[in-house]
């Protein structure tokens, strides 16, 4: 499956942003979806994640009650609404497809990679 990450750029402290994942090819429905971010000079760290039918969601201790994750199968896409931006939220966020239920908050158990998006929140 190829994933294509849109909808970053630059918002103030407190605004929002919505990004989009489409992805194309095998069936998107049959992945769990997850987003991650990677800010300068950091590890990339895991922000959200949603099990294929959608009925289950995950979230990062730093993101949970501000952003939200959601899929749109028959579209092929995959959402997070990020709401109270905040400096600290500034990274290159990534979305990804393939983990398992148990480990969709570890990076490297996911098989597929969109490029990223960049996100600025300024102060």
């Known amino acids: 499956v190829q994933l294509q990450a849109s909808g970053g750029g630059l918002v103030q402290a407190g605004g929002s942003l919505r990004l989009s994942c489409a992805a194309s090819?095998?069936?998107?429905?049959?992945?769990?979806m997850g987003w991650f971010r990677q800010a300068p000079g950091k590890e990339r760290e895991f922000v959200a994640a949603?099990?294929?039918?959608?009925?289950?969601?995950y979230y990062a201790d730093s993101v949970k009650g501000r952003f939200t994750i959601s899929r749109d199968n028959a579209k092929q896409t995959e959402y997070l609404q990020m709401n109270s931006l905040n400096p600290g939220d500034t990274a290159v966020y990534y979305c990804?497809?393939?983990?398992?239920?148990?480990?969709?908050?570890?990076?490297?158990?996911?098989?597929?990679w969109g490029q990223g998006t960049l996100v600025t929140v300024s102060s």
């Open positions: 990804a497809a393939g983990a398992q239920e148990g480990t969709v908050t570890v990076a490297t158990r996911y098989d597929y």
């Open positions: 090819g095998r069936t998107f429905s049959s992945y769990i």
């Open positions: 949603i099990s294929r039918g959608g009925a289950r969601t």
